[in-house]
């Protein structure tokens, strides 16, 4: 942190996890809190620096003079991360990213369907679910925005 000292910049840090809906009520998730995102804010604050945090839901102190970018979705990490690495100086990226969605996802997945999942699998809930795209690795390659088909 030393060396982000004297010299007044712009740091874009992402934190918390992100969600991956499987439907109205249920989401795939992790136990992130979002800790180390929010200390890296706090003294890139200390050191004199204008901090915008990008995080999931997670608690942001209300006293961390931050600006504040929620997300939820992996999808909603890469649009936040198009819309403001190109204004940044420095990105810390300390999200924990979802690595799977399931294949249907959100509002889609009708409660009659995970009906049938429960009968078809002797009362075992089967979710499929699919590798979601690297968001960090695709910022990188690409920098603007997420591909059309997620």
């Known amino acids: 942190m030393s060396r982000l000292k004297g010299k007044k910049m712009r740091i874009a840090i992402s ?4 969600r991956e809906p ?7 998730s992790n136990y992130s809190t979002g800790t180390l995102g929010v200390t890296l804010a ?9 901090v915008k945090i990008a995080h999931g839901p997670i608690e942001v102190p209300g006293d961390l003079k931050v600006r504040k970018v929620p997300f ?23 999200a924990a990213v979802s690595d799977f969605k399931p294949l249907e996802g959100g ?3 009708a409660f009659s369907t995970w009906e049938q999942a429960d009968r078809a699998s002797g009362g075992d809930l089967v979710c499929p679910a699919r590798r979601v795209h690297d968001a960090y690795a695709l910022n990188a390659a690409h920098g603007t925005s997420p591909p059309a088909e997620f």
């Open 15 to 18: 934190c918390g996890p992100t």
């Open 22 to 28: 499987l439907d109205p009520v249920r989401f795939i």
């Open 42 to 50: 706090r003294e890139c604050v200390r050191l004199g620096h204008d």
């Open 72 to 94: 939820e979705t992996v999808l909603d990490l890469m649009r936040v991360l198009a819309a403001e690495v190109p204004r940044c100086d420095v990105l810390f990226m300390n």
């Open 107 to 109: 509002e889609a997945i």
